[in-house]
């Protein structure tokens, strides 16, 4: 089956720990997204990466960092410096390509970060 | 800069009613792409439509419809005898083109649906 898997569903951390979240997709997308949701409140931009090895910062990228080494793999950092990071993390993938914002986007079933 | 307007926090309907949920955007781009996404209790966002600022008719899909009308800058979406399945949150969301490809989405802050019995 094609699609966006994120792990794990929940996640559990102390605060002044970095933690990383997982996101693969096997559509073949060029482009691939991280969004921050939390309660009430619509889906905020972190980082994107059109292609491989290549990312850019997004609306609230500040406490974040990400990599994309494969096409199909682009991991996010939840990193100590993020002041709030309880939220609920979801990533996306969209072939966009050639500059057409077209695309929809195509998302994982998310995961839910908890910082204590 | 672009934004989407979801002013419906919640919304609450007796199964079998239609319901429309409403979405006003704005943007200073002349060609751009509105889209609506259900976010069941389970969180995966679904995709349910996209839309083309250039292509101003209106859609329906079984029991959902589309109206889209540029002049009010408005994308909403109704659906026709509501069923407790689609009690979800909806979110519209429009993009824009970013550089190098692929585009970013802007989303409202969604409107919950409760379809009850």
């Known amino acids: 089956d094609g699609g966006i898997t994120q792990s794990p569903k929940y996640l559990f951390r102390k605060e002044g720990q970095n933690v990383t979240l997982s996101c693969e997709q096997n559509l073949n997308h060029d482009a691939m997204y991280w969004y921050r949701q939390d309660p009430g409140q619509g889906l905020r931009l972190i980082y994107y990466?059109?292609?491989?090895?290549?990312?850019q910062k997004g609306d609230i990228a500040e406490g974040y960092s990400v990599s994309r080494e494969k096409k199909e793999s682009f991991p996010l950092t939840v990193t100590s410096a993020q002041k709030n990071p309880t939220a609920f993390y979801l990533c996306?993938?969209?072939?966009?390509?050639?500059?057409?914002?077209?695309?929809?986007?195509?998302f994982g079933p998310g995961t839910r970060l908890t910082v204590t | 800069a672009q934004k989407v307007t979801q002013a419906q926090t919640e919304i609450s309907v007796v199964e079998k009613e239609d319901v429309t949920l409403d979405c006003v955007y704005e943007?200073?781009?002349?060609?751009?792409?509105l889209f609506w996404y259900k976010q069941p209790p389970s969180g995966e966002l679904v995709f349910l439509i996209r839309r083309n600022s250039f292509d101003e008719q209106n859609e329906i899909s079984g029991r959902y419809s589309w109206n889209f009308q540029k002049s009010t800058s408005s994308f909403n979406f109704t659906i026709t005898a509501s069923q407790v399945v689609d009690s979800a949150v909806y979110f519209c969301a429009l993009s824009e083109t970013l550089t190098g490809g692929g585009n970013k989405l802007t989303f409202g802050t969604g409107t919950q649906l409760k379809v009850e019995l």
């Open positions: 996306a993938s969209s072939a966009g390509t050639s500059g057409r914002a077209n695309h929809e986007q195509y």
């Open positions: 943007t200073r781009d002349t060609t751009y792409y």
């Open positions: 990466s059109q292609i491989v090895n290549d990312f």
